[in-house]
């Protein structure tokens, strides 16, 4: 079955991918791949007790996630539905709680507790835009991006109309890090609809293949090595065919043997009345 899903706004960060304006350059190789330490903003949509107590992954996730929205021109009040999605959310704070269980009090602050747990950004989210719509917030280790994809093709293929994607993805402190090796700071969002609006960047057809074919890489060195050892960067194919202005197909992969082939047709030539092909399942 293939799932259709229209683009209305992208939000990146990376390193050297200071958001998705800046980044769309250097992803067609308009201008060169330079890395850099990613700057994470304070989240300011937050009131400044709740701000206090962010840590690096929420501020990603609002970053990016705020970035597709505005992208999208869908302001605060009008938030959507979201999907929230990481390997491993918020390494730094198990780190820290790590510690504070191998010390001889072992207290654990309320503040990394309730930090911990993975829905935190979404949490964090609802409370910066004032926002009651429904979030999930999912993890499949490597492939967390591509299930969020797949969740939001469900939704939108369901009741939703509209829901925005936010993935986000932080290396692990030592010696953490040594168990679950990861590179640089990632964070990817998209809104996406079910039907196209004047503000649509592209149509994507979505589907889960079963076997095992080959998937898309990017030939720009620096930024394929970002997207080998950062399961968010797994997204950069896909973004990097958003950025461009023809229509062409990315594979990423997927849980064990699968792919998810993805078809993108800029909207210029995306039909508005395009409808996805039924196919058998896996």
Same mark, same amino acid.
């Given at each position: 079955?293939?799932?259709?899903?229209?683009?209305?706004?992208?939000?990146?960060?990376?390193?050297?991918?200071?958001?998705?304006?800046?980044?769309?350059?250097?992803?067609?190789?308009?201008?060169?791949?330079?890395?850099?330490?990613?700057?994470?903003?304070?989240?300011?949509?937050?009131?400044?007790?709740?701000?206090?107590?962010?840590?690096?992954?929420?501020?990603?996730?609002?970053?990016?996630?705020?970035?597709?929205?505005?992208?999208?021109?869908?302001?605060?009040?009008?938030?959507?539905?979201?999907?929230?999605?990481?390997?491993?959310?918020?390494?730094?704070?198990?780190?820290?709680?790590?510690?504070?269980?191998?010390?001889?009090?072992?207290?654990?602050?309320?503040?990394?507790?309730?930090?911990?747990?993975?829905?935190?950004?979404? %949490?964090?989210?609802?409370?910066?835009?004032?926002?009651?719509?429904?979030?999930?917030?999912?993890?499949?280790?490597?492939?967390?991006?591509?299930? %969020?994809?797949?969740?939001?093709?469900?939704?939108?293929?369901?009741?939703?109309?509209?829901?925005?994607?936010?993935?986000?993805?932080?290396?692990?402190?030592?010696?953490?890090?040594?168990?679950?090796?990861?590179?640089?700071?990632?964070?990817?969002?998209?809104?996406?609809?079910?039907?196209?609006?004047?503000?649509?960047?592209?149509?994507?057809?979505?589907?889960?293949?079963?076997?095992?074919?080959?998937?898309?890489?990017?030939?720009?060195?620096?930024?394929?090595?970002?997207?080998?050892?950062?399961?968010?960067?797994?997204?950069?194919?896909?973004?990097?065919?958003?950025?461009?202005?023809?229509?062409?197909?990315?594979?990423?992969?997927?849980?064990?043997?699968?792919?998810?082939?993805?078809?993108?047709?800029?909207?210029?030539?995306?039909?508005?009345?395009?409808?996805?092909?039924?196919?058998?399942?896996?």
């Amino acid at each position: 079955m293939t799932m259709q899903m229209y683009v209305g706004g992208v939000g990146l960060l990376g390193p050297g991918l200071a958001g998705w304006e800046q980044a769309c350059a250097v992803l067609i190789g308009a201008e060169p791949y330079l890395p850099a330490a990613v700057s994470l903003p304070a989240a300011e949509l937050l009131p400044p007790a709740e701000r206090r107590r962010t840590g690096q992954s929420v501020k990603l996730a609002l970053a990016v996630g705020m970035e597709a929205l505005v992208g999208a021109g869908v302001s605060a009040a009008q938030a959507p539905s979201t999907i929230f999605t990481s390997s491993g959310a918020d390494g730094v704070v198990i780190h820290e709680i790590c510690e504070a269980l191998a010390r001889p009090e072992r207290e654990v602050s309320p503040t990394r507790f309730h930090n911990s747990v993975h829905n935190a950004p979404a %949490g964090y989210w609802s409370i910066a835009l004032r926002s009651h719509a429904p979030s999930t917030s999912l993890c499949a280790y490597d492939w967390s991006f591509a299930a %969020g994809l797949i969740e939001a093709g469900i939704q939108l293929a369901g009741d939703r109309e509209v829901v925005l994607l936010v993935s986000y993805d932080l290396p692990y402190p030592e010696p953490l890090g040594l168990a679950r090796p990861m590179t640089g700071i990632v964070g990817a969002a998209l809104l996406l609809r079910r039907a196209p609006t004047a503000s649509s960047l592209a149509r994507i057809d979505v589907e889960v293949e079963c076997g095992s074919r080959p998937v898309t890489q990017v030939d720009i060195a620096g930024l394929e090595a970002l997207r080998a050892a950062n399961p968010t960067g797994r997204a950069l194919p896909l973004l990097r065919a958003l950025a461009g202005a023809a229509a062409t197909e990315v594979v990423l992969d997927y849980l064990g043997t699968a792919t998810l082939a993805i078809k993108v047709t800029p909207a210029a030539a995306a039909s508005v009345d395009a409808k996805p092909a039924a196919r058998a399942p896996c």
